[in-house]
Nanobody, 118 residues
Framework: QVQLEQSGGGLVQAGGSLRLSCAAS????????MSWHRQAPGKERELVAT????????NYADSVKGRFTISRDNAKNTVYLQMNSLKPEDTAVYYC???????????WGQGTQVTVSS
């Protein structure tokens, strides 16, 4: 069974940092692009960052570029999101995602709350 277990959320003051982790199991982790998404109350879920299989190529939403860093450790089957210089508008539930392949669909983590106070 494909599983994505998230950890690392919490409450932080503006300007602070958090690191989210997403531990994967049930599939060959190194073969899949991974991503982070977030959803604030009353808003649509939005893509935050993606990282390809080897970790060489990454992409970020303009709103987080320069502040967030996505990375992965294929030996540990884990993808990370380092969030620095956090702003109140970063407050949301954050989800990790396994992107779909040619034969298998996507998978989502359970979500973790990130709250940034002003």
């Amino acid at each position: 069974q494909v599983q994505l277990e998230q950890s690392g959320g919490g409450l932080v003051q503006a300007g602070g940092s958090l690191r989210l982790s997403c531990a994967a199991s049930g599939f060959t982790f190194s073969r899949y692009t991974m991503s982070w998404h977030r959803q604030a109350p009353g808003k649509e879920r939005e893509l935050v960052a993606t990282i390809t299989r080897t970790g060489i190529s990454t992409n970020y939403a303009d709103s987080v570029k320069g502040r967030f860093t996505i990375s992965r450790d294929n030996a540990k089957n884990t993808v990370y999101l380092q969030m620095n210089s956090l702003k109140p508008e970063d407050t949301a539930v954050y989800y990790c995602k396994k992107e779909p392949g040619t034969l298998y669909g996507p998978a989502w983590g359970q979500g973790t709350q990130v709250t940034v106070s002003s």
